[in-house]
């Protein structure tokens, strides 16, 4: 049996008056005009608005939002201190130890949630079972990182795949004590190596969620280190796509970048605060000019 992931919890009883992401910094974020999009297709006269929050005063910019029923994400570096704050968890955010959605409940508490797992779950799913495409088996994984975003990728990976199917999952961090200490909390099947290349020897499916290749054209380990038949799955999404995605594609292999992950967990985000699917082709559409399939 899969891991049995909660289903997405109930709308809040009123919906969230105003819209907000706070992070530190949180200038570079697409998420305001993704969302931003979303509530204008659908008719929701809401302001999703970005708020730089220094660690130091997120308890109190919450108190303040708790006033004015606020909803909202958060981002780099509030994810785990979160857990700590919201007099409430989801299941999913307590199972992946992070929380990047959140919204007050009728009696004013403040809910955290974590969309990152349905993100790249769904990010995953379209990468390796394309419609219309080959269907592929997973035998081995290698994870590089061994942040919130692995934490996500590590949970979506044993949801969706069955235990007795499940594949052998190695991963890499540069801080070898931190990928220990995740899979001890995770509890997940996966062993630690000692080098990027050794996490992706012969694997199926690769997965980069550290965030080499974000502000340069770094990569997180040479494509000509993965197996021919690999997938590729980068978490760090730039215009025009990281320069490993572009470096892999061209010697052949299905890879993605970050963006479907961005945009799918902020489609469940949305789903979480109004209770209905918002448009992923307008959010998609202001992002990037390549169709969303
Ligand atoms: P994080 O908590 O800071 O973890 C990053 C991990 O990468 C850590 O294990 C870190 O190791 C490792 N790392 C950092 N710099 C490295 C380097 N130069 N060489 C080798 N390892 C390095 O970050 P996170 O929240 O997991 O996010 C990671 C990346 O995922 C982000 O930068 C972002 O691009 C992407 N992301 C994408 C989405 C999306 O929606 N597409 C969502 C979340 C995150 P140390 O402990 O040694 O620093």
């Known amino acids: 049996m899969a891991e049995q992931i909660a289903p997405p919890p109930a709308p809040p009883p ?20 993704f969302q931003q999009r979303a ?5 929701i006269n809401v302001q999703y608005i970005a708020r730089d929050t220094p660690s130091e005063q997120l308890a109190n910019v919450l108190r303040e939002l708790g006033e004015g029923r606020a909803a909202g994400n958060v981002t780099i570096p509030h994810k785990e201190a979160m857990v700590r704050l919201c007099a409430h968890l989801t299941p999913l955010a307590r199972r992946v130890g992070a929380v990047n959605t959140f919204w007050h409940s009728e009696r004013g508490e403040l809910v955290g949630h974590n969309t990152d797992v349905a993100g790249v779950a769904a990010a995953m799913v379209a990468l390796l079972y394309p419609p219309g495409g080959a ?14 975003a692995a934490a996500s990728a590590l949970v979506a990976l044993n949801a969706i795949f069955r235990v007795g199917d499940s594949p052998h999952i190695s991963i890499f961090s540069r801080t070898r004590d931190r990928a220990e200490k995740l899979i001890e909390f995770l509890d997940v099947p996966a062993r630690v190596v000692a080098s990027a290349d050794e996490a992706v020897y012969d694997a199926d499916l690769v997965i980069n969620a550290s965030p080499i290749g974000m502000l340069d054209d770094s990569m997180p380990v040479s494509p000509a280190s993965l197996a021919a038949h690999a997938s590729v799955l980068d978490l760090v999404y730039k215009p025009g796509e990281t320069m490993w995605v572009r470096a892999c594609r061209a010697r052949g292999h299905r890879a993605e970048d970050g963006l479907r992950m961005l945009v799918e967990q902020g489609a469940e985000a949305f789903r979480c605060w109004f209770g209905e699917e918002p448009d992923r082709n307008a959010m998609w559409s202001v992002l990037e000019p390549r169709p969303f399939v």
């Open 135 to 148: 269907d592929v088996t997973l035998q081995r994984v290698g994870v590089l990182g061994a942040g919130g």
């Open 14 to 33: 009123a919906a969230p008056s105003r819209l907000v992401l706070l992070g530190h910094p949180v200038s570079h974020s697409m998420s305001p005009r």
């Open 39 to 43: 509530l204008d297709v659908a008719g």
